[in-house]
């Protein structure tokens, strides 16, 4: 009896240590929720690679750099020419190639069009 009371409780606080341990798909998730940080940053993920432009206008700007990460930040938001998301709103952020900064159209953001509509509504600075 004593041998069985043994295995069971050893089985019970493995169980328990599992469940500490391991974190539940909800938990895991929220380290990549798209949203404005404490920092002030938006953090979200994109489309890549995409263009990074000199000024928010998707042809009458320079490409300056490229965007390759799939999960990027982006530090204010500006208004610019209307774009494939069918709005003006532009975020700016840094390039993965050479460093430099720019602008990207929200189109390529992937926020909802409700935060879109007045970032700063969300804590996101403008330009």
């Not at 409780?9 to 539940?24: D, E």
Request: charged share 15%; proline share 5%; hydrophobic share 35%.
């Amino acid at each position: 009896m004593r041998r069985v009371l043994a295995t069971s409780t050893a089985a019970a606080a493995l169980a328990a240590l599992a469940t500490v341990v391991v974190p539940t798909t909800a938990e895991a998730s929220v380290i990549r929720i798209c949203g404005v940080r404490s920092d002030g940053l938006l953090w979200c993920h994109n489309d890549a690679p995409t263009s990074i432009r000199s000024y928010p206008d998707r042809t009458d700007s320079w490409q300056v750099d490229t965007l390759r990460t799939t999960y990027s930040w982006f530090n204010c938001w500006t208004t610019g020419s209307l774009h494939a998301g069918g709005n003006r709103t532009w975020y700016k952020t840094t390039g993965d190639d050479h460093g430099a900064s720019g602008f990207v159209p929200a189109s390529a953001v992937h926020t909802p069009s409700s935060f879109d509509a007045d970032p700063s509504a969300h804590g996101l600075r403008h330009c």
